[in-house]
């Protein structure tokens, strides 16, 4: 690579940017002109509590920084409880031995 196709390429990457950077530009302003922002309904906190509190399927758990949230399937098995399941019957007893005279 020589020296002008890195001017090249950064003079195209500058572009590509700022294309980005206008179109979020123009975007907030066409919003803000037309007045559509006003007419979008927010969820507040408690709102979305009470649907994280409504299913039963789902767990949350919040940290100072993140929130994570795990929605289980309906009568979900785990891979190892199925894999487990499926060596049984060939792994034979773990009986103590002695135990059945």
């Known amino acids: ?11 195209r990457m500058s572009a590509v940017y700022a294309l980005g950077v206008w179109t979020m ?5 066409f919003f803000k002109y037309t007045g559509r922002w006003e007419g979008l309904p927010v969820k ?13 399927n789902r767990v949350v758990y919040k940290t100072e920084h993140t929130k994570s949230v ?17 060596i049984k019957p060939y792994m034979g007893d773990s009986g103590g031995g002695d135990g059945d005279k």
């Open 44 to 56: 507040t906190e408690e709102e979305k509590e009470k649907e994280e509190e409504e299913d039963p």
């Open 1 to 11: 690579m020589t020296f002008k196709d890195g001017v090249r390429w950064n003079v």
């Open 25 to 29: 530009i123009g975007s907030y302003a």
């Open 70 to 86: 795990i929605v289980y399937k309906k009568d979900f098995v785990p891979y190892t409880t199925r894999l487990y399941n499926l």
